[in-house]
């Protein structure tokens, strides 16, 4: 296991809610990721992000940990939620929050902030 791999499993199981996605909060290049983001941001979930651009090995180990092919990936309480389209559609049936409310406790929102990570340098803690 390479140690980006290792970086970015302890992101995803370390942080209660990880975005890996194209650009950052600031910055965002990518129309899917916009949406992912929003999704997240508006059912209050405490958001950490990841940005896939820097380097594309980033993508590749991600891709190969989680199975899943595209950018950007959601992930709550460690568990793989999906793409932009799932977590839109989470977030429009109220399925969303209820997820955050299971995997992170009622109060989640609590700790509402965005934060951004880089996997290509060690921890940042």
Request: glycine content about 8%; proline content about 6%; charged content about 25%.
């Amino acid at each position: 296991m390479s140690e980006l791999s290792d970086r970015i499993k302890d992101v995803i199981a370390q942080e209660p809610v990880t975005l890996f996605m194209k650009g950052t909060p600031q910055m965002i290049m990518c129309g899917n990721s916009d949406r992912a983001l929003r999704a997240l941001r508006e059912a209050g979930a405490p958001v950490t992000t990841v940005d896939v651009l820097p380097d594309p090995a980033i993508r590749q180990e991600l891709s190969a940990l989680s199975g899943w092919p595209t950018i950007p990936q959601v992930f709550v309480g460690g568990e793989l939620i999906g793409g932009a389209d799932i977590a839109q559609e989470l977030a429009e049936s109220g399925e969303l929050t209820k997820i955050l409310e299971a995997k992170l406790g009622a109060g989640y929102r609590d700790e509402a902030e965005v934060r951004v990570v880089d996997v290509l340098t060690p921890a940042q803690r």
